[in-house]
């Protein structure tokens, strides 16, 4: 009797050798040698379609940038976030994203180190006037570009692609002989190899520890059975060898009365109060009304059972739009980049 293979499906942003198809990898590699498990990765045109592929039950999961260590939040994917999560948001959001209830949720995450390299078919760099890259990457190589007199915007064009791997891509439609000695990208050495595009310059990158938070995207739970997705991979500590045991929850809310004095605190204070160690705090624009704002707020769960429920309870009337938009263990990386 043959037993059907379990596929696991893996949207990422496209097309392969971008570093968000490195942390897919990253995610998934060990279950890549279990027998009757296939793992197939799906490069996605966007950020935006990563999320909607998951929500459609196109793929599993999906990897999406969270921030970098050195130019911090990614905030297309904060947008995103705010965008399927805050209904006001998606009200005006309307034309950009679906206003569905998000049938998925954060459920594990990455740290990819991030090394840059300039990838060119030029030999002399000081020839180069037209740099493709994704717009993540320009802030993170400012010394190399200053070095080299790459910042100079009358010199050198700075061309935004919509990952990394594309801007390698694009080299490949220069034909040109003159023009492509004129023209580079900034983008990871696998891009280089499947694109056949030598580096010219590697490790480009302003700091050694360059590294991005990824976050992996999964079904909810509480919407398996709409979506026909098949139970989510838990990524736990007695599961998965990348995982510690510190929980992690990611929440989204907006402050009810905003004008009252310490109204903010008042709600920092109900993470306290139940021993949720307050991690980061992130705001993006509301887009309902102009200086209002989304807060996003990660907090390490304390290991009381019930904590974040009777948190949650207390926010209630101090927040509206509350919603957690995941809970999951934090990867040892976190800790082993700290020592
Ligand atoms: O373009 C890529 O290779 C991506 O995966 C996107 C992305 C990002 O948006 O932050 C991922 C990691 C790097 O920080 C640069 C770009």
Redesign the pocket.
């Known amino acids: 009797m043959t037993r059907n293979k379990r596929v696991i499906t893996v949207g990422y942003?496209g097309p392969p050798g971008?570093?968000?198809?490195q942390a897919a990898i990253q995610q998934f590699k060990e279950y890549e040698s279990q027998p009757n498990t296939d793992v197939v990765y799906k490069p996605q045109k966007s950020?935006g379609a990563c999320f909607t592929s998951v929500q459609d039950g196109a793929v599993d999961y999906s990897l999406v940038?969270f921030e970098?260590s050195s130019n911090g939040q990614?905030v297309?994917t904060y947008d995103l976030f705010r965008d399927w999560f805050t209904s006001s948001a998606s009200e005006s959001a309307k034309k950009v994203v679906s206003t569905d209830t998000p049938r998925f949720t954060v459920i594990s995450e990455q740290f990819?180190p991030?090394h840059h390299n300039l990838i060119t078919f030029a030999d002399d760099v000081t020839k180069i006037t037209k740099i493709y890259s994704?717009p993540?990457?320009w802030t993170?190589c400012r010394r190399f570009l200053a070095e080299y007199e790459l910042d100079n915007n009358i010199k050198v064009e700075k061309l935004d692609t919509s990952?990394?791997?594309k801007a390698v891509e694009n080299l490949l439609h220069v034909s040109d002989p003159e023009e492509r000695q004129k023209t580079a990208a900034i983008?990871?050495s696998t891009a280089s190899e499947i694109h056949n595009v030598p580096i010219k310059i590697p490790s480009v990158e302003d700091f050694s520890g360059n590294t991005?938070r990824f976050l992996c995207l999964g079904p909810d739970s509480a919407y398996l059975d709409q979506s026909g997705h098949q139970a989510a991979l838990n990524f736990t500590p007695d599961t998965n060898s990348g995982t510690s045991n510190q929980k992690m929850h990611l929440l989204t809310f907006l402050i009810k009365r905003n004008d009252d004095f310490g109204s903010l605190c008042d709600i920092l204070e109900k993470f306290k109060k139940y021993n949720l160690n307050l991690q980061t705090i992130t705001t993006r624009p509301s887009i309902d009304k102009p200086w209002q704002y989304v807060f996003f707020v990660e907090v390490w769960d304390g290991h009381e059972p019930d904590a974040l429920k009777a948190c949650l309870a207390e926010l209630e009337p101090l927040v509206f739009e509350l919603s957690v938009v995941g809970s999951f263990y934090r990867s040892r990386r976190f800790f082993e980049m700290l020592t």
Request: glycine fraction near 0%.
């Open positions: 942003l971008t570093y968000s198809h950020i940038p970098n990614v297309l990819v991030i994704h993540q990457v993170q990952s990394t791997s983008a990871s991005t």
